[in-house]
């Protein structure tokens, strides 16, 4: 009789949520954007074996973030971002409002987007023997592999007991060499994995295309248990690379053992994205439909600070971005890391605000300064400064906008379909995360804001999220 699949045994980082801050005494937020997406392929594997994910694995803006939203573009690859800023009320606190920040990136044109010098780190190693392991990292490459034009070049590492070139690069025009090797692969014996990782980026660098994208690309299930295994050897490994113009993306894949926590510090330090691959048609999201966005940063090292007016905006929290909370001063700091964006990909952060004479979360001090009128006066909630440096440079450039009333809309049925649509999906993830801050919202809720804002659904993903919505009203929690 088959063992049934291990369940809740895969590791993930426990961190709080952000709680709300006052604005006269915390008037300033900064945090790095997050486009990974490994968050929500993970809550969806997990309701597909009809199992609420453990509440570490919901990243909130990883949710949001796995749609594609209907932003303004911006106009010229010189200024990347067009920012998409909204006000509206609250649809679990009467007296609340929420604020949705959206950014989206230039898209590069395939006729004129860099080459690629691309090298596949693979996983070979015991554990990747199962169906949703290696021979779906397989298919995910074959599909990779038809998006890339004849002049970008291939190398494949591969890594279980040690560490091999399987091919050494080689232009995309040789498909059929390339695909060979990747159907060739199999799995078996222990996972050396940072080896691998060493010989991947050597490969890179000896290929270096200054002009173009250099990028590491790891599948595996994150079991790195021979060679080095302390998280923090790593990612200062991962960071010295980064400085050197070689990127890493990492998916994930399979449940059981999987080692999210490690597959997010490789990504989040190597300037790189991390996505988690569960069924064949998130291969096809993360490497067809979206392989610009995927492969081809337009912005690397993305922060956002948002400062409030205390005299508009009592209270504010912002929903998600724990992992990536950077310190006031990280922001005008062209050392600290932070997330990149990819070619047309949209960004959204929704922060909860608590008006100027609206109930509290928090009692005011006896002993506060009174409310200053801050530059805008009544106008203005707060305003938003995002920091960006392009792909080749080390110096950071700065765009801004205020967060107005222009932009408010006092229903929130009237508010913009997008953002009711990221609303929902962020109610979602929050509930799942034990529902702290949504007040008497309930999956019902969810249902109804997510079927009203579903709107044009080319590829099927707000639909799947609806599903995904119904199968947790019924799931039970892991045992234990």
């Not at 295309?209 to 998280?231: C, E, K, M, S």
Request: proline fraction near 6%; hydrophobic fraction near 40%; aromatic fraction near 8%.
């Amino acid at each position: 009789m088959p063992m049934p699949p291990p369940v809740g045994r895969d590791r993930f980082t426990t961190v709080s949520q952000n709680p709300f801050k006052v604005s006269m005494e915390e008037p300033v937020s900064t945090f790095s954007i997050d486009v990974d997406t490994a968050s929500y392929a993970f809550v969806r594997a997990s309701l597909n074996q009809n199992t609420l994910p453990q509440k570490a694995a919901v990243r909130t803006e990883e949710m949001v973030n796995y749609f594609p939203y209907d932003y303004l573009s911006p106009r010229t690859a010189a200024e990347p971002f067009a920012s998409n800023i909204a006000v509206f009320p609250s649809p679990w606190s009467a007296n609340r409002k929420l604020v949705r920040i959206g950014i989206k990136g230039y898209s590069i044109q395939r006729a004129t987007r860099p080459r690629a010098n691309l090298v596949f780190l693979i996983d070979t190693s015991g554990s990747m023997q199962a169906a949703n392991k290696l021979p779906l990292v397989q298919q995910s490459l074959a599909m990779l592999l038809d998006q890339l034009r004849p002049d970008d070049s291939v190398a494949i590492v591969t890594y279980a007991g040690y560490a091999g070139t399987a091919l050494a690069p080689t232009p995309a025009s040789q498909k059929a060499k390339i695909r060979a090797v990747i159907d060739g692969l199999g799995a078996g014996g222990s996972t050396a994995g940072a080896e691998g990782i060493r010989q991947a980026y050597a490969l890179a660098e000896r290929n270096l295309d200054p002009a173009g994208v250099n990028r590491v690309i790891l599948a595996t299930d994150g079991d790195f248990n021979v060679g080095i295994t302390n998280q923090d050897e790593l990612k200062g490994f991962v960071e010295r690379e980064r400085g050197k113009g070689v990127f890493l993306s990492v998916l994930g894949f399979g449940m059981g053992n999987y080692n999210d926590a490690l597959m997010q510090t490789l990504a989040q330090n190597g300037n790189g994205a991390a996505a988690y691959i569960d069924t064949i048609g998130e291969a096809r999201k993360t490497l067809v439909e979206e392989a610009s966005s995927t492969l081809f940063p337009i912005a690397k090292d993305v922060k956002i600070q948002v400062e409030f007016n205390p005299a508009t905006v009592a209270e504010y929290r912002l929903i998600g971005y724990e992992t990536r909370m950077l310190n006031r001063q990280d922001f005008n700091n062209d050392k600290v890391d932070a997330g990149d964006v990819g070619s047309g990909q949209t960004v959204t952060a929704l922060y909860e605000i608590v008006p100027v004479g609206a109930p509290r979360t928090m009692d005011g001090r006896r002993y506060a300064t009174p409310s200053p009128i801050a530059a805008g006066g009544g106008s203005e909630y707060g305003f938003v400064k995002i920091r960006y440096k392009l792909p080749k440079s080390d110096t950071s450039r700065l765009i801004s906008a205020p967060i107005s009333r222009v932009s408010e809309f006092g229903r929130f049925a009237d508010a913009p379909r997008d953002a009711r649509f990221a609303t929902g999906v962020a109610a979602f993830a929050e509930l799942l995360r034990g529902g702290r801050y949504t007040g008497s919202m309930t999956y019902d809720d969810v249902l109804r804001v997510a079927l009203e804002a579903r709107g044009d659904d080319a590829f099927g993903y707000r639909s799947e999220f609806i599903q995904m919505v119904r199968a947790a009203k019924l799931a039970p929690s892991l045992p234990g």
